[in-house]
């Protein structure tokens, strides 16, 4: 056990830590390696196109949060406060864009309100037009609300669902107000998960390059100034030091967000009794319209995808063909970008479901070397606040280099990871680190609900640590570590920003050629592989159903008994 938790520990400071180190140092040099201090600050400050890039982040994170949050909360309130009609269908739909590419969405976009988009052109000349001018900060802002959206909503309804009916019994005994009801009950027991919800949003918004690079126009932010400064102009100094700027900013609302969780007191005891939302016509309609216009949102954007990738010219002639899928017309890597991502997809989901759940296994099974599992849990978390572009350049100077120069000495020693850099072993590690800290946190929480007895009977017993885990910890979590390897393959596939950096030219992967095929003005093409990569990724999250319906049938028995 000692052992796991030292590799454990040993892994997240390669993968999280160090590279880190590296990236800041570069931010302090010039484009030749050369020492020049805050030189690159000052300018990236100085100069106007690079410093409005710090505000225009700034503004698209917090209108993206401040959206979002809203829209997440009505809909999560009414999946959990009121009996309007529909609500499984409801929940589904609202987990549709998280299949989706976040570059999808933008295209999406750009078939509807684009200088030739359906809404922009009137809809077949339905009605005069509405063009939202999608080329800038407008569409940003509705890409990241689309990218936030589905992910908001899960943590609101689970905060939603936590509360304790007695309160809301008294509050009717007591006949208040229902708007009354709202602003003292309802808000103060899901205060921490709406500010949570707030911090996620504005990271995920802050650090979002796929949607900018896309509909982003003139409208510069900071992740599409790295790729810019690191593709365009070769510049890795300047590229280092925005990926400072776009850091720092995240960290902070990572580790504010910490803080108010560890603030958060328990709002259900054992005497609470679970709500059951009673049944008010009039406003279970109105919620039901206000979630069928969010949601009928959601489906247009996938539908016009799909439709984009089978018509000949849009919006010229609709004429359905297959055309768009033969990727071997256009560049981009071909169809074989998408088995790329499928081999790359497979070893993340497998060696990413091994190291979360052994990494959570080592720090909730274990009572050894505490120091270094406060640690290791420490490490584990950090990935939720690392920008994937940041990742993907600090990887860069870390793997690439086959020398490592030790400050103010002459020595130098030899890198023992650079046989990594260029392999697709580098982008399964960077797949694995980028979303590691909601795979660990998924199997810490699993791993809780096991009574320690388990362990303390069977040491008792002579009976080794691993034939316990074997025998009855991997049984009892299966579900959990199916859950843990369909998390990593769907969002490895559509995954871009941590590795647009790191793939080898001969190796392209199905998200890189996305935005390559939109870069060239193969748009519909572009259209077909997203709806490919939608296809697949719903295909193994109803595989991972199955699944869990069977195992869960012969490895959860004794919960019936």
């Not at 850091?247 to 005497?271: E, H, N, W």
Request: hydrophobic letters at 50%; a positive charge; proline letters at 5%.
């Amino acid at each position: 056990m000692r052992g796991l938790i030292v590799i454990s520990t040993l892994w997240l400071l390669i993968g999280v830590l160090f590279p880190l180190y590296p990236l800041l140092l570069r931010s302090f040099q010039d484009i030749n390696g050369q020492w020049i201090g805050l030189s690159n600050y000052a300018r990236y400050l100085q100069t106007p196109a690079l410093s409005a890039s710090l505000f225009n982040t700034f503004y698209i994170a917090i209108a993206t949060a401040l959206i979002s949050v809203s829209l997440a909360f009505v809909y999560a309130y009414a999946l959990t406060r009121t009996a309007m009609f529909g609500k499984p269908f409801f929940r589904i739909l609202a987990l549709v864009p998280l299949f989706i590419p976040p570059i999808a969405h933008s295209i999406g976009l750009v078939y509807l309100f684009g200088n030739k988009g359906l809404i922009t052109t009137g809809l077949f000349s339905l009605f005069s037009g509405w063009d939202i001018h999608l080329y800038g900060s407008n569409g940003i802002i509705l890409g990241e609300i689309l990218y936030c959206f589905p992910r908001i909503v899960i943590l609101l309804v689970t905060a939603l669902s936590i509360t304790d009916a007695r309160l809301y019994e008294a509050a009717a005994a007591l006949r208040t107000p229902p708007h009354r009801v709202f602003f003292t009950v309802t808000l103060p027991n899901v205060k921490y998960g709406l500010m949570s919800s707030i911090f996620v949003c504005f990271i995920l918004a802050f650090t979002d390059f796929s949607v900018p690079k896309v509909v982003g126009g003139d409208f510069n932010v900071l992740a599409t100034d790295i790729y810019k400064q690191v593709i365009g102009q070769q510049n890795f100094s300047m590229g280092a030091t925005i990926g400072v700027f776009l850091l720092l900013p995240t960290l902070i609302a990572y580790f504010l967000d910490r803080i108010l969780k560890g603030r958060q007191a328990a709002m259900v005891s054992s005497r609470s009794v679970p709500y059951q939302a009673a049944a008010h016509p009039r406003f279970d309609w109105l919620m039901f319209g206000i979630c069928s216009l969010i949601a009928a949102g959601i489906l247009l954007i996938f539908g016009v995808i799909v439709l984009a990738s089978f018509v000949k010219v849009w919006p010229y002639n609709f004429e359905l063909t297959t055309k768009h899928y033969d990727f071997d017309s256009v560049g981009g890597g071909g169809i074989a970008a998408y088995w790329n991502s499928i081999q790359i997809s497979l070893y993340t989901a497998v060696f990413g479901t091994i190291a979360a759940f052994l990494g959570a296994y080592a720090i909730e099974k274990s009572k050894q070397l505490k120091i270094l599992r406060s640690l290791n849990y420490f490490l584990s978390t950090i990935p939720l606040a690392l920008p994937g572009m940041v990742q993907g350049i600090s990887y860069i100077f870390f793997f690439n280099k086959s020398l490592w120069n030790i400050p103010y000495t002459n020595l130098a020693l030899v890198n023992p990871f650079h046989g990594l850099y260029g392999t697709i072993a580098l982008l399964v590690v960077c797949n694995i680190i980028h979303f590691y800290t909601v795979g660990f946190l998924t199997a810490n929480t699993a791993l809780k609900q096991i009574d320690p007895e388990f362990e303390a009977v069977s040491a008792s017993m002579g009976v080794p640590f691993y034939k316990t885990f074997w025998r009855v910890t991997v049984p009892l979590t299966i579900p959990t570590i199916l859950e843990l390897g369909s998390y990593f393959f769907v969002n490895s596939m559509v995954t871009l920003s941590a590795v647009i950096f790191l793939y080898p030219p001969s190796f392209p992967l199905a998200s890189v050629a996305i935005v390559n095929m939109d870069d060239a003005g193969d748009v519909a093409p572009a259209a077909a592989m997203s709806t490919i990569l939608v296809l697949t990724s719903m295909g193994v999250r109803m595989l991972y159903l199955l699944l869990t319906r069977g195992l869960y049938q012969r490895t959860q028995t004794w919960l019936k008994r």
